[in-house]
């Protein structure tokens, strides 16, 4: 049996029918960790454990005991004295950590090339980023080096490298598991979620991980309803599944397009109802992501004063310099309300934007809205690095539903040149269990996320 | 748009090197450039959205939560520290 093949589900199903232990489990993984990691520099760290379930941590989420550097060299010593909310409900659920996972520093990044640790390979084609900023948590359930993963997402940083890596991964509504622990980037865009290897492995990390802990005063006391893995082919059936023309723009390679369209194809054969849809401000969300993060950004990382933790701040790197600061200079006074207000104004029309789509008062009345992860499939190391602003229009489809606090799965749909590409699935506030229902039933009718890569 | 980088990395505590003042002046201004485009936007009587969760004036009791750490361990990481305490630098003059 390949136990580094297996789905979260079907790991749990194999161990209560004791097909092998959780020894050989961890062994397996350590194992596939030993020949591997060398070459895709996954892992900043890793636990010998012999016992639970093995998950991979984005080295941006606190855990107790566990060095956590969130990819930065100002914090390459610092070991944090508390675990987040998510790591803890894991380990109340068998879950045992195998290792913390390389991150663009802070999580400010598309490629996973902004870490202090060097960057994380591509386990499709290891001449090409993972995609970012959770690049080895993504890395990790694409190579087989964990059963899951978590992440976080800002802007698209589990979507993205989940497109890219070929594997599932979800952000939550803003509000369904709490942030304590995470360490902040954006507070108002910052989300914990997972990587799987199959969209019901997501449901079930949802499930463990959502809910409120009196420690994040923006998580709802609402959890994920239960629904049963094998009625999600017929939930799909009269499902209004819009399209927004804005992103299969210019910008849109046309080998990705060609793929997200036989998707879309694939949903209507399954029962939704295709609708042709507008969400007219997306062109402006890249701009106003980059004034309200920036801004969050310079006001959370400003607890860095290498006096309780860390090093001086001379040790941050390059990116994380420049948000800082370009966050100071938009709430600087003179140029608050011409910037950061600005911003958040738009921020309104682009939630609007959404809510138009999802109101059925309005003719559109959909239940999701679908489209690609990211505009291209991975690229080359270093391609993007000169120039940050073609670094930054590379997050153009994930960002919106980010500033609008909304769900979104990336889920496999094919391949251009032998590199993965993701579906976006997108849904209202608060409903992630439609989107997962949607991401299921495509799941159940396509093979492609049972692709490998060969390494 | 061209930024003041001296004055901004003052107010962030940022210490920059003259070529990075230099590097970050370009790159700002074309960032800033690209951002500029807002101003096309109309968002007269529209309301700055800052936290989308709805959520506002969420209480609790006023009592020691679960989850507290020592002061041995809230202070493990501080580089200098003497008798449970951080030693920094002082902020008064004698």
Not at chain 1, 203 to 220: A, K, T
Not at chain 2, 64 to 85: L, Y
Request: aromatic share 8%; with cysteine.
């Amino acid at each position: 049996m390949n136990i580094t093949g297996l789905t979260l589900i079907d790991t749990i199903k194999a161990l209560k029918e004791k097909k092998f232990s959780e020894q050989d489990l961890n062994e397996a993984y350590l194992s596939r960790i030993n020949d591997l990691n060398s070459n895709l520099n996954v892992f900043l760290e890793i636990k010998n454990n012999s016992k639970g379930i093995p998950v991979a941590i984005k080295d941006i989420i606190s855990t107790q005991n566990i060095k956590t550097t969130a990819g930065s060299k100002i914090l390459s010593t610092y070991i944090p004295p508390f675990k987040a909310t998510v790591v803890e409900k894991l380990l109340q659920n068998n879950v045992s950590i195998i290792g913390k996972t390389n991150l663009d520093e802070f999580a400010m990044g598309s490629s996973g090339e902004n870490s202090a640790y060097g960057p994380t390979k591509n386990p499709w084609d290891i001449t090409k980023v993972p995609g970012g900023s959770s690049a080895g948590s993504a890395a990790a359930v694409a190579a087989d080096l964990a059963v899951f993963s978590l992440g976080t997402d800002t802007g698209g940083s589990i979507r993205q490298p989940a497109s890219l890596c070929g594997v599932v991964g979800f952000k939550p509504s803003y509000g369904k598991a709490s942030r304590y622990g995470l360490m902040s980037m954006a507070s108002s865009l910052d989300v914990p979620g997972p990587f799987t290897k199959s969209v019901a492995d997501a449901r079930l990390v949802m499930d463990w991980i959502s809910g409120e802990d009196g420690l994040d005063s923006n998580v709802f006391s609402n959890k994920l309803r239960d629904s049963s893995p094998s009625a999600q082919n017929d939930k799909i059936k009269g499902l209004r599944v819009g399209v927004p023309k804005e992103y299969f723009g210019h910008g849109l390679n046309s080998g990705v397009g060609k793929v997200i369209r036989e998707a879309i194809k694939k949903l209507e054969d399954l029962g939704a109802k295709i609708v042709e849809i507008s969400l007219p401000h997306t062109e402006y969300a890249v701009a106003v992501y980059y004034i309200i993060m920036a801004s969050e950004v310079s006001s959370n990382l400003a607890r860095f004063d290498g006096i309780r933790f860390g090093s001086k701040r001379e040790d941050f790197g390059e990116e994380v310099k420049r948000r800082i600061m370009l966050g100071t200079f938009s709430l600087s006074s003179g140029y608050y309300d011409e910037y950061f207000t600005k911003a958040a104004k738009v921020r309104t029309l682009i939630r609007r934007d959404f809510e138009k789509v999802f109101d059925p008062s309005t003719g559109s009345g959909c239940d999701v809205i679908v489209g690609p992860v990211s505009p291209t499939v991975a690229w080359g190391f270093g391609e993007k690095m000169q120039d940050p602003l073609t670094m930054y229009l590379s997050d153009a489809y994930t960002i919106p539903a980010s500033l609008a606090g909304i769900p979104g799965l990336s889920v496999p749909c094919g391949f251009v040149n032998g590199l993965p590409v993701g579906l976006q699935i997108l849904g209202k506030f608060m409903d992630d269990e439609t989107v997962l229902d949607v991401g299921e039933a495509y799941e159940n009718a396509t093979d492609w996320h049972k692709e490998k890569p060969k390494i | 748009m061209k930024i003041d980088v001296k004055k901004v990395a003052k107010l962030a505590s940022l210490p920059l090197s003259e070529a990075e003042e230099e590097k970050y002046s370009k790159q700002l201004s074309k960032i800033l450039e690209y951002i500029d485009q807002l101003n096309e936007v109309n968002t007269e009587n529209v309301e700055p959205t800052y936290n989308v969760s709805g959520l506002s004036n969420v209480l609790r009791p006023d009592e020691v939560g679960g989850r507290t750490i020592s002061q041995e361990d809230a202070i493990s990481n501080a580089p200098k520290k003497k008798d449970g305490f951080i030693i920094t630098k002082g902020v008064f003059e004698e």
